[in-house]
Structure formats: structure tokens, C-alpha cells
């Protein structure tokens, strides 16, 4: 079952948001909508299921976040690029 939605802080929405882009391609994934603070990814023709956002400009003593995502593929080769896409 697909994740309904996942969303990550970062500190540079537009890097993490080329980062994400070129590692989730592979799986089909592309903006959906981008807002100030905010970007939607999905897969084409279904609603936004990963989002980014960047982190508050305060320097707040916040706990380690660990954060495991898990998302499905249409094939073993697009786990290969994917894979390949994050190295």
C-alpha cells in the first residue's frame, strides 16, 4: 500500500528539492505544487504524497528526528535507479 504522505524538514528547500527530484524520478515522482515554504511531490495523475519544508530560520534545541520512508516501485529495475539516483 502507497504511503498516503510523508513530510521532511529541511534547510534548503531548493537543494533538498533537487536532491529529491533527481533520487525520485525513477518511481515516476514530480512537483505537484510549490508554495514559499513548501513542495509537493507526486507521482503523475495522483495527489502529492512527499513533502518538503524548510525548517524555521530559529536556532530551537529540537531532539534528533529519525525518519525512515518507504515507497513503492513498478519494478525491480526502477529500485536499481532509485537506488543508483541516492548514491
Known amino acids: 500500500m502507497p504511503i498516503a504522505h510523508v513530510s521532511l524538514p529541511v534547510s534548503s528547500l531548493e537543494d533538498s528539492t533537487a536532491f529529491y527530484l533527481a533520487l525520485l524520478k525513477p518511481l515516476g515522482y514530480d512537483v505537484f505544487m510549490?508554495?514559499?515554504?513548501?513542495?509537493?511531490?507526486?507521482?503523475?495523475?495522483?495527489?502529492?504524497?512527499?513533502w518538503l519544508h524548510k525548517c524555521p530560520e530559529e536556532k530551537e534545541k529540537v531532539g534528533v528526528s529519525k525518519t525512515h520512508v518507504a515507497f513503492a516501485a513498478p519494478s525491480k529495475k526502477a529500485v536499481h535507479d532509485f537506488h543508483a539516483a541516492g548514491l
Open 34 to 50: 510549490k508554495l514559499e515554504h513548501v513542495v509537493g511531490l507526486t507521482i503523475k495523475y495522483a495527489g502529492p504524497d512527499f
